[in-house]
């Protein structure tokens, strides 16, 4: 009896298919309009971060500029093509602050304090609740403006991409992104075995210093490491690649399969890691 | 019966005898071993995390190497061939981890939430306390980076630096005067949280124009001739690029009283807006918090 009660209770924790996906799509509404009640107050943020977006894009193009003073190419990328994927990493960089960072760059605290509890008691999958509880809303200003910079890379390379093209880039994209969120959680999830090492996000931002240039810029052995370990090709260079026409659509399906096995192992790994969790504190 | 407390604790300096008397260098020394002793203790809780934000520095001076690299091919640009790079951007990443200031970050949290209350009641200027952890700092990096360095010479003929004990010597100075310069320009920007809570803003602003003017993306002599001459007139060439050419022999003779006498100059310039913006700012402080 207390069992069949219980059962009815957690009911709506695991439904399944379309229910679930459903439910899903209204708890993040309900967490990101909460959300966005609470950013409005801070306007500021806005025009303060639209001023730093477009002083660092400034400072990549300059600095792409710079190399390019001395070579007509990078890699076999021209100027406008290389500043087309800057733009793309400007938009992956937006994602990034805007959902990734507030939220899975939480973990070690939720870790160290033990307030992890307060999500695994909830009726939701811990990962989707920790994945996207939060959201900054005045970082998507880092996508516009990227995806911008992109277009005005395409005006100046005279190039208008086929809606096939366009199918590919969305792909690679959201490929991107997924990627981009696998490796965080990835990184993050070490926190259950080194609990007091509180800065892990930072070797993200660190490897991803490298995906400000095409993969083809670097020596050999760097471009490997790259492409099959730290799979940062496919995050700047493979969309910005399928836009401009360098790389033939096939490769966005492919792209694909590197993001979904990223996620199925990550959430592997994720699992492994929660299990390791025993809580702390009170 | 009383604890054993080693008699040097039980007996308060002024104690030790007429002819002793407490000279004002001795305090200071005992201070700052003080200082540096407790925020090397700190750090060391600290470690792996130290050794992130290292990986983080390096990454972006590898990066622009490995792109010169490959630009540079079996030819040279601007009279720097791929050694001379591999030589350029190594030393720069050792004068970049001893040179590190992170104060603004400190600073701005200082005044803020309030921590600064606590240090304005000890016998001394906080300035002190950010020099000790400065200096504790720099010695574990400094040395993990020499190390690293050392190994990679051990293999790669290319990044080696000549020995030459009068131009490390001069490499040195030229560091510590460096480190004093940024130093300078983190903490003042982080007295600007007395005014405004976007001082930590200003100071990713200062780090942006510092890719270009202090010589971490590319050498000066391969910035544009414009570029160049802004950056002459200002700080930035001062905090990294000068003590980088010293350390690889880019710089010599003429040119070398040019740099020392820009590093003094700039920095007894920062010493004086210190002293002035930290008069102000500390007139308005209103503690906040405990």
Redesign the interface.
């Known amino acids: 009896m207390r069992a069949a009660r219980a059962a009815r209770h957690l009911g709506p924790a695991a439904p399944r298919g379309a229910r679930r996906l459903e439910r899903h799509l209204a708890l993040l509404r309900a967490f990101w309009s909460a959300n966005l009640a609470e950013e409005l107050q801070y306007r500021g943020n806005l025009i303060a971060n639209l001023l730093g977006v477009v002083f660092w894009m400034g400072t990549a193009v300059l600095t792409a500029a710079l190399f390019f003073r001395q070579a007509p190419a990078l890699g076999g990328w021209s100027f406008w093509e290389v500043v087309a994927l800057l733009g793309v990493f400007n938009t992956v960089g937006g994602v990034v602050e805007a959902v990734v960072r507030p939220n899975v760059g939480r973990i070690e605290q939720y870790v160290r304090r033990g307030t992890l509890d307060l999500i695994l008691a909830k009726p939701v999958d811990p990962q989707f609740h920790m994945s996207f509880r939060r959201v900054e809303a005045w970082r998507s200003a880092d996508v516009l403006l990227g995806l911008g910079l992109t277009s005005f890379a395409l005006v100046q390379l005279e190039r208008a991409p086929s809606a096939l093209e366009l199918a590919a880039f969305a792909l690679t994209l959201a490929s991107a992104v997924t990627i981009v969120y696998a490796i965080w959680l990835t990184l993050l999830t070490f926190t259950f075995w080194w609990v007091s090492v509180d800065n892990l996000e930072v070797l993200f931002d660190a490897v991803y210093e490298a995906a400000r240039f095409p993969v083809s810029v670097y020596p050999g052995p760097l471009r490997f490491v790259f492409v099959y370990l730290l799979p940062i090709a496919w995050i700047t260079t493979v969309p910005a690649a399928s836009l401009i026409g360098r790389t033939s659509p096939a490769t966005a399906l492919l792209a694909a399969g590197v993001a979904t096995a990223a996620l199925v192992l990550t959430r592997r790994l994720w699992w492994a890691g929660l299990r390791r969790y025993t809580s702390a504190g009170g | 019966m009383l604890p054993a407390v080693p008699a040097r604790v039980r007996q308060p300096p002024q104690a030790r005898g007429p002819d002793r008397r407490p000279s004002a260098l001795r305090d200071w020394l005992t201070r700052y071993a003080a200082l540096i002793r407790s925020a090397w203790l700190v750090d060391l809780?600290y470690r792996?995390?130290i050794v992130?934000?290292m990986?983080?520095g390096v990454?972006?001076p590898l990066?622009t190497l490995?792109?010169?690299?490959?630009?540079a091919g079996s030819g040279e640009?601007?009279g720097y061939d791929r050694a001379d790079f591999a030589r350029y951007f190594f030393a720069l990443m050792l004068v970049d981890q001893l040179t590190l200031a992170w104060d603004v970050w400190y600073i701005d949290r200082w005044i803020r939430e309030g921590e600064m209350n606590v240090r304005l009641t000890r016998p001394f200027n906080p300035i002190h306390e950010a020099i000790g952890d400065n200096v504790a700092y720099k010695l574990r990096t400094g040395t993990a980076i020499a190390l690293v360095w050392l190994l990679v010479a051990l293999f790669w003929p290319a990044v080696r630096v000549p020995v030459d004990a009068g131009r490390w010597a001069l490499a040195g100075t030229a560091v510590v005067l460096a480190a004093g310069l940024r130093f300078l320009t983190s903490y003042v920007n982080g007295l600007l949280a007395f005014w405004t809570t976007?001082a930590t803003?200003l100071a990713?602003?200062h780090y942006?124009v510092s890719?270009?003017l202090a010589g971490r993306?590319?050498p000066l002599a391969?910035?544009?001739p414009a570029v160049a001459a802004v950056a002459g007139v200002l700080w930035f060439p001062y905090m990294v690029a000068f003590p980088v050419e010293v350390l690889t022999g880019e710089v010599s003779g003429a040119g070398l009283v040019r740099g020392f006498g820009g590093q003094l100059f700039w920095l007894s310039a920062w010493i004086t807006l210190y002293r002035l913006v930290w008069s102000r700012g500390i007139r308005r402080y209103c503690a906040v918090g405990g």
Request: avoid cysteine.
């Open positions: 809780q792996a995390e992130i934000w990986v983080l990454a972006q990066v490995a792109i010169w690299w490959v630009l640009l601007g976007r803003a990713e602003l942006g890719l270009f993306i590319a391969l910035l544009p």
